[in-house]
Each structure stands twice: as structure tokens, then as C-alpha cells.
């Protein structure tokens, strides 16, 4: 079946990198995406990554993809105190055309 | 300017009472997509709509329903809420489903029942 899993909490100090780590199942899975969720709001997409690429990088923002492992990465660099938030990683599921979600990764960001 | 609507933000229901929930986008998509989030829980896909199409997830309960009257309105109706259908209720939209389609994300709508 589709799964994927994230590690629930991270902490680190404003201005060190933050790396949130994610492994998925479905290898069919063409599109995977970071999603942020600060407290008591809705899902906004950070980024994506189309399956045939190993890297993408956005400002701040870097995803790593290792198809063979199935493993995802999301880099936060100089992470601020605004970073604080959770982070979902999602997979296009290729059977059924959905999102699958993890059950995301709580950042903490200390001063 | 925002493009997924969801209202109310919060909503306080009793045991067994209906209760509907609102969503409204402003993005013209075809697809719109319910999910329940549960505390410290993934987001979880109740149902989606493909234009007027209704696709039920699997596992999604009978006690749960939804209605698209048209492009932009889409409502999730809970005909007999119980303790443990308290969650956070989010919709999305897409241009189309699967793909490449990125799914837009409404703000939510917190659940409380009492």
C-alpha cells in the first residue's frame, strides 16, 4: 500500500539549516510536494519535485529526491523563527491519483 | 487576494446535530477535495468532486455527505456528528485531478463537538 513517513519533530537554532527528512512507498509516485501549516491554519505548498529529477532549489528551499530509496528531503537554510511551522511531505499516489500525507514534521526554531 | 474560502474558521456543533461546513474558491478549478485532519494527524481525503463527478473514498463514512451546486461552492455535511468526527476539515482545489496538479488549500474549518 501507499505510506509515508516523516519524523514528528525537529529543533534547531535560528540561522543553522533545518533538513526534514521523508520516505514514501508508492515508486509510481510522479509528484512529490512539501506542504507548511502554522498553527490553526490551512496547508500552503512550499514546493514540488517531478519524480525525474534529483534535486530542486527555491530560495531558501532545496529538495533532495533519492528515487532508489525512495527518500525526500527538505532543506530550510538560515531557518528563522518564522519557519516554525509543521511540514507534510505528500506523494502523488500513482494508483489512485491523490495525495497521500505524512503525518508531518513539527520544526521548532529556538533564538 | 484569497482563492479557497472556507467558512465558518470555527464551529461549534452538538453531539447528533448536522452541521455543515463551506467552502468557496475563486480559481475556477474543476476539482475540490475534502479532507478531515485530526490532531497531529495526517490530512486525510474524505471525497473530491471532478466538475459535478462524485468520487467517495473508500473509507469515508456514511456520515458523511457533500453537495457541489457549482463550480465554486462545495459543502461538507455531517448529518450526525459524534465526538470523534472533532477535527480540522480542510478543502482544496485543482485544475484537474492527478498529474501535476497542485492542490490549493482553504484555511480550514475547526470542528468542536460537544
Known amino acids: 500500500g501507499e505510506d509515508v513517513e516523516q519524523s514528528l519533530f525537529l529543533s534547531v537554532r535560528e540561522g543553522d539549516s533545518s533538513v526534514i527528512n521523508c520516505t514514501y512507498t508508492?515508486?509510481?509516485?510522479?509528484?512529490l510536494y512539501w506542504y507548511k501549516q502554522e498553527p490553526g491554519a490551512g496547508l500552503q505548498l512550499l514546493t514540488y519535485i517531478f519524480s525525474n529529477m534529483d534535486m530542486k532549489q527555491d530560495q531558501r528551499l532545496t529538495v533532495l529526491l533519492n528515487k532508489k530509496d525512495k527518500h525526500l528531503s527538505l532543506r530550510i537554510a538560515d531557518t528563522q523563527t518564522g519557519d516554525s511551522a509543521i511540514y507534510f511531505c505528500?506523494?502523488?499516489?500513482?494508483?489512485?491519483?491523490?495525495?497521500?500525507f505524512g503525518k508531518g514534521t513539527k520544526l521548532s526554531v529556538k533564538p | 487576494d484569497a482563492m479557497v474560502i472556507q467558512n465558518p474558521r470555527y464551529q461549534v456543533t452538538q453531539f447528533g446535530k448536522p452541521v455543515t461546513l463551506s467552502c468557496s474558491q475563486t480559481l475556477n478549478h474543476n476539482v475540490m477535495y475534502w479532507y478531515q485532519q485530526k490532531s497531529s494527524q495526517a490530512p486525510k481525503l474524505l471525497f473530491h468532486y471532478y466538475d459535478k463527478d462524485f468520487n467517495n473514498e473508500a473509507d469515508t463514512p456514511d456520515n458523511f455527505q457533500s453537495r457541489r451546486p457549482n463550480t465554486s461552492f462545495c459543502f461538507l455535511d455531517i448529518r450526525s456528528p459524534g465526538l470523534g468526527d472533532a477535527a480540522m476539515y480542510l478543502c482544496a482545489t485543482s485544475t484537474n485531478w492527478g498529474g501535476s496538479e497542485t492542490q490549493y488549500f482553504g484555511p480550514g474549518t475547526r470542528l468542536l463537538v460537544l
Open positions: 505528500a506523494e502523488l499516489g500513482g494508483s489512485q491519483g491523490n495525495l497521500i
Open positions: 508508492d515508486s509510481s509516485s510522479t509528484y
